[in-house]
């Protein structure tokens, strides 16, 4: 045999040695912590979070890349314990503010405000005690908002109405900084992970 051919054999006995111990490749990547809150008294609680869609390239078994995709979506959360009659939240200023000053203005998505739900809220309070109260909760997503991976400020102000008068008002400018964290698995272990 010629030694091209011992080389080339060799090299191909390699791979296939390393594609059956490994089946490949799959790299997994997402943004760490996404999301910022305000006012743990409940009076009110706010929840923003980054909604970043899945999206997987590659080829299976050979190499894939599990990440995200453009543009992102930001959900809110709304949640106070002061139960009111014909309650309304009222956006005064609701925007997201880019790096390059580029600003979005989302209050046009929500002209007539949010109507909350009277619902229960369960939660862990501080001290590891479960706790059950009363409470308006409202949640809503701001569809493709984000078209960018770079940094944004979302600014949020407003305040909860109860026939037409003001009951809490809320405000928060929250900074979110993208930062992914990356892992490289061999294509068995992450079936086994995915339970796939």
């Known amino acids: 045999m010629k030694p091209w051919k011992r080389g080339a054999l060799v090299l191909v006995l390699l791979f296939g ?3 059956l111990l490994t089946g490949g490749l799959v790299v997994h990547s997402y943004w760490v912590n996404p999301f910022r809150s305000s006012n743990k008294e409940f009076k009110p609680y706010i929840l923003a979070e980054v909604k970043c869609p899945s999206a997987t390239i590659g080829i299976p078994f050979v190499y894939q890349y599990h990440g995200d995709r453009l543009p992102f979506s930001v959900a809110l959360t709304y949640i106070t314990h002061n139960v009111v009659e014909e309650p309304r939240i009222e ?3 609701l925007s997201i503010t880019f790096l390059d000053g580029a600003e979005a ?3 046009e ?3 007539g405000g949010l109507v909350p739900r009277a619902t229960e809220h369960w939660y862990i309070d501080d001290l ?3 706790q059950k109260k ?3 909760r409202s949640e809503v997503t701001i569809e493709d908002c984000v078209p960018t991976r770079a940094a944004f400020t979302l600014r949020i102000k407003g305040k909860l109405l109860s026939h037409g008068e ?3 008002t809320f405000e928060a ?3 979110f900084t993208p930062s992914y964290d990356t892992h490289t698995f061999s294509t068995w272990y992450w079936i086994l992970l995915s339970g796939a």
């Open 109 to 111: 998505r929500f002209p």
């Open 91 to 93: 956006f005064e200023r």
């Open 166 to 168: 003001t009951v809490e």
């Open 105 to 107: 203005d989302l209050l």
């Open 17 to 19: 040695v390393a594609w």
């Open 134 to 136: 009363p409470s308006l």
């Open 128 to 130: 590891h005690v479960h």
């Open 173 to 175: 400018d929250w900074r």
